[in-house]
T-cell receptor, first 117, second 114 residues
């Protein structure tokens, strides 16, 4: 079974600074997808960024980028120019590509990110 | 397009009762997944339905069941409620051809079992 580990229960950063959230995962599969989801206090989970394991290039979405190290099974999220609206719980998630359509996500325990003004 | 909706948003039940939660996916989405979120266990996958068939199932007891209707709306049922079933139940929908990656989550149903 796949597992996802987020070793930082809480992180804080000054507004406009850069912060990196860590995620490691364990799998014996070679084809899979990785995600970062954000859950603000309102509770609606939002996709931040995604990475397909067969792509070597790290994904970026505006101020959000990932450092995907497949051999190390590491998938960190970097948030640049942090904004107050970035404050939330961040979840790293894994999805197997073996069953092409199935949508089962395996989540890490989450990292609570606080932005200090 | 309307987002994923879940009803009710809050629910209080007594141990031993049963409960039914509803999820309406985004129009056109055929896959609905359910997750349980608790402080202790985090987010855990319950099951996924696609075209009225259960396609995937997590490690939950048989007290947890679900179904999907022809309009893709889904319900999950928990029978003989236990205190440990208190959680936020999230559903997520997606249009599910291969390699379509994005799931859209609803706001959740907060279930409290007393």
């Amino acid at each position: 079974a796949q597992t996802v580990t987020q070793s930082q229960p809480e992180m804080s950063v000054q507004e406009a600074e850069t912060v990196t959230l860590s995620c490691t995962y364990d799998t014996s599969e070679s084809d899979y997808y990785l995600f970062w989801y954000k859950q603000p206090p309102s509770r609606q989970m939002i996709l931040v960024i995604r990475q397909e394991a067969y792509k070597q290039q790290n994904a970026t979405e505006n101020r959000f980028s990932v450092n995907f190290q497949k051999a190390a099974k590491s998938f960190s999220l970097k948030i640049s120019d942090s904004q107050l609206g970035d404050a939330a719980m961040y979840f790293c998630a894994y999805r197997s590509a073996l069953d092409q359509g199935a949508q089962k996500l395996v989540f890490g325990q989450g990292t609570r990110l606080t932005i200090n003004p | 397009k309307a987002g994923v909706t879940q009803t009710p948003r809050y629910l209080i039940k007594t141990r031993g009762q049963q409960v039914t939660l509803s999820c309406s996916p985004i129009s056109g989405h055929r896959s609905v997944s359910w997750y349980q979120q608790t402080p202790g266990q985090g987010l855990q996958f319950l099951f996924e339905y696609f075209s009225e068939t259960q396609r995937n199932k997590g490690n939950f007891p048989g007290r947890f069941s679900g179904r999907q209707f022809s309009n893709s709306r889904s319900e999950m049922n928990v029978s003989t409620l236990e205190l440990g079933d208190s959680a936020l139940y999230l559903c997520a929908s997606s249009w599910s051809p291969p390699r379509i990656l994005r799931q859209y989550f609803g706001p959740g149903t907060r279930l409290t079992v007393t």
